[in-house]
Structures are given as structure tokens and as C-alpha cells.
């Protein structure tokens, strides 16, 4: 156990001291939220769907915490070759705890960037309907947290090196984010679309975060739970073995 | 018994003998010098030894525990300084010693005084509580031995801890070395490519070269088998003087991308 506290600890702390990097990493989600929430409102609201930011935030949310989630273990690869990685994989502790407070960590951190969004978006003129439900759309936060941070130390694990970097982001990263209905409403869409949608985990996580804040949820608060816990569930224990095979 | 043992040890890559069926053995206390040239295969015995990779075949004891059968003995028994810094920068001296007296269950007290007391040796407790990312090379590498040495291990692995450090900082480190194997009988097994590093330093050297053991005593049994005066006039008559092309790794390509990165 204290494995596991001391990894997630060094997590939180590395946060807490790099504020240029927390900031950069707020930077992206703020832009989309900024210029689509503004630039395509009036569309929106003329084709008859409401207020866009509204609909928009829960999705920038989930935006931020699967880029930091993803980003927090990328490091991974850096960490074998130039960090601490090495000194924590010759230590006489288990691997899977290894994993898991680093995996832990990583959560955290994102959930926290998720909150920074959340609490940033009222300023955009973003209001959650009922205060009731913020604690529910904090778990989900967390769980959409630690799912990808569990899907980027699975990919680290296998990667050798940064070069497959660029790959990730653009047939991982990019797709898991623009197909999740982070931007657009699941209801109506073309087949393809809707297929691509319904198996992308994220979807689950934006469907869920716009259920407790703004009411409308697609596939229902509990699938998403579910959903989501499964497959954070199934990815925790790929990446634990994945990590526990790292040779370096 | 001997502190480290090796019997036939061999590490393919993709039908490549990186380490092609090695024997050695390190006796307790022994300063033990591990040299060849670059792609010789001595990172990679390192690595095995140290449970880092899985050998394809051979046998390995190390304080008389199997590395591949019982990790966590063998892991308890050896400290070590990697060729690349393995250092939190973003945590501070104090902290990065911290972390690794939990990680090897050393209790908190007997934690708070041997951190102070080996970063008094390595002359580094006024700079306890600053980041490791504004330690110079050398400060970073003393750091690392101390840290190595927290939980009193029985072997103390160092993988060319002096690459790119200047006399004063290398005499200083290997004083260290030195007086630590003296003091506690600590065994040291290290590589370098200085080859007067291990000519002062080492009791015993054994030369690798394309995966083999190609020779084998002290320096002086060396020297006088190659008929030499100069430790490396030995181990270039005993390798060659051929330069060995070393096939860029992904290891390469991240220390490459490094160095741009520092600039």
C-alpha cells in the first residue's frame, strides 16, 4: 500500500510544481470551448437545439481529462529511459502497485484538470442545472479519469519509443475525442457515425457528465456507469500486465 | 560464496548473441571492473543481473539469490547507478531519497537519519530541499550513489557513473566508491570506458567484446599477458582497434532527442 500512496503522491506533487504545464493543458480545452461554444451557438440555437454551451461543456470536460490522462502516461516511455521509472522498476515492490499508483496519480491529476474546466466554463456561461448532482458528475470525472489514464499506460507499455507519439494522437487520441459526441448530439447521426460513437468509450464518459450537469443523458445514467466501469475495470488489467512485462 | 555469480549466461535479440553464454564470478567485497567496447553487451548483463531482462538462457546468482526466481531477494541486495539519470527533476534531493527508502520498506526513522547521514557523505545535505533539476551532472550522479546505497545493499552496480563528468567531480566520486568499499565491504561492480578508472579502482576486470569474455584478472596480470604498460594498449590489443558501429536502439533516439532538448 504504501507503494501505491507514495507513486500517486509523487503524481500529485509534480502536478502542484509545474504550473506552466497545468496551464498549457488548460489551453486547448478553453479555445474549443471559447470558439465553438460561441461560433456555432447562434447555428445551434436556430436549428433548434438550445443553448450550445450548455450542451458543449460537459464535453470540453471530458475533453481535458482524456488529453491529461493520455499525455500524464506518454511520460512513461521518457521515464524508462531518463527518470524514475527504472529505480521504481528495480525496487523489491510489485509491478501491478507500481501501475496502480502511478495509474491513480495520473487520475487525479486529470479529474483535477476536469474540475479547473468545469469551474473555467461558468465563466463561458455554463450552468449546471442542479447542484445535487455535481457529486455524481465528479465520479464520473473520475472514472472517465482513470479509464484513459489506464488506456495511455497500456499503450506506453508497448511503445519503445517517442516516435510513435504522433500515431497516437492522431488514430487514438484525435478519434476517441471527435467521435464521442463531445461536439455534436448522438441523436440522428448518419449510421457509420453512430456505430463509431457507440463503441467509443468517451461517449459514455461525455454522455454521463451531460446527464448530471444539464439533463440529457443519451444512453442513461446507469449504462454509462456501467459501461464505464467495465471498461475501466477490463483496461486496468491490460495495463497492469502489459506493465508488468516492461523490459528495458 | 561469491557476491555475484554467472554460469553461461545468454541474451538473444531477434537471433542476435548480445551476450553470448558468459561466466564470471565477483567475490564479497571485490571491486569488480566490466569493460568492453561500446555494443560489447555489458549494459545488457547489467540488466539481467539487475532483473531489468529476462536472460534466454544461462544461470545468475547474486548474493546468493536467483534474480529470475526470486526478484524481490535479489532486488534487496543490490544498489545501482543506471547509465541514464533515474532521478525525479521535479522532486528535490531529500524527496528522491524518500521515495526510494518506502519503495525498499525502510522504516522512518532509520530512513530520516541514513538519508541524512549519506547525504552528508556525498556532500549534499545544504542542498537537500532543492530540485534535482537544478543539480549540476556530478551532484546529480552523487545523489544517485547515495540513494543507491540507502538500503544498505550488499552490491552496488555502477554503469559508467562517470560518462561526461570532469576529473575533480570523477576523483570525488570515486573516493566515494572506494572508501565505501573499504569501510563496509560493499562489493562494486561497475563498467566505464576510462580505462585508468578501473587500472586505480579495480581488484579484478574482466574484458567483453561481441558478447564474449575475451579476458580475464587484474590489471596487472593483463597488462603483462598483452606484453603492455598502459591498461588501454591492453584492452585495445585484447578487442581491436576496429570502431564498433553501434545500431541505433530506441534507447538512442530518445538520448539523441535529450541532448537537442537541453540545447
Sequence with gaps: MSTVYILWLRQLKRYFRSRARMIGSLGQPLLFLFALGFGFGPIYQRAGGGNYVQFLAPGIIAMAILFTAIFSRIEIIWDRQFGFLKE?????????????????????????????????????????????????????????????????????????????????????????????????????????????ASVDPLSYGVDGLRGTLVNGAHFGLFADFAILGIITALLLAVGGYLFSKIQI | ????????????????????????????????????????????????????????????????????????????????????????????????????????????????????????????????????????????????????????????????????????????????????NKEEGITVFFTTHYMEEADRAAQKIAIIDRGKIVAEGSAKELKQKTNTNLLEDAFLALTGRGIREEEASGAEHLRNTRRLWRR
Excluded: C
Design chain 1, 88 to 196: 521504481t522498476l528495480v525496487a523489491p515492490v510489485s509491478r501491478f502497485h507500481i501501475m496502480l499508483g502511478r495509474t491513480l496519480g495520473g487520475a487525479t491529476v486529470a479529474a483535477l484538470q476536469g474540475v479547473i474546466v468545469f469551474l473555467l466554463s461558468l465563466l463561458a456561461g455554463f450552468r449546471p442545472l442542479s447542484i445535487t448532482m455535481l457529486p455524481l458528475a465528479f465520479l464520473f470525472m473520475i472514472l472517465v479519469a482513470i479509464l484513459f489514464t489506464a488506456l495511455g499506460t497500456a499503450i506506453a507499455s508497448l511503445l519503445e519509443d517517442l516516435q510513435g507519439f504522433q500515431l497516437i494522437m492522431n488514430f487514438i487520441v484525435m478519434p476517441l475525442f471527435f467521435l464521442s459526441g463531445a461536439l455534436f448530439p448522438l441523436q440522428g447521426l448518419p449510421k457509420a457515425i453512430g456505430i463509431a
Design chain 2, 1 to 180: 560464496m561469491p557476491a555475484i555469480e554467472v554460469k553461461n549466461l545468454t541474451k538473444e535479440f531477434k537471433g542476435l548473441k548480445a551476450v553470448d553464454s558468459i561466466s564470471f564470478e565477483v567475490k564479497e567485497g571485490e571491486i569488480f571492473a566490466f569493460l568492453g567496447p561500446n555494443g560489447a553487451g555489458k549494459t545488457t548483463t547489467i540488466k539481467m543481473l539487475t532483473t531489468l531482462l529476462h536472460p534466454t538462457s544461462g544461470e545468475m546468482r547474486l548474493n546468493n539469490y536467483d534474480p529470475m526466481a526470486n526478484p524481490d531477494d535479489a532486488r534487496r541486495s543490490f544498489g545501482i547507478v543506471f547509465q541514464d539519470p533515474s532521478l525525479d527533476d521535479e522532486l528535490t534531493a531529500k524527496e528522491n531519497m524518500e521515495f526510494h527508502g518506502v519503495l525498499y520498506g525502510v522504516q522512518k526513522d532509520l530512513r530520516a537519519s541514513r538519508i541524512e547521514q549519506l547525504l552528508n557523505f556525498v556532500e549534499l545535505w545544504d542542498r537537500k530541499d532543492d530540485l534535482v533539476k537544478h543539480f549540476s551532472g556530478g551532484m546529480k550522479r552523487r545523489l544517485e550513489i547515495a540513494r543507491g546505497l540507502l538500503h544498505h545493499p550488499k552490491i552496488l552496480f555502477l554503469d559508467e557513473p562517470t560518462l561526461g563528468l570532469d576529473p575533480q567531480t570523477r576523483t570525488h566520486i570515486w573516493s566515494y566508491v572506494k572508501n565505501l
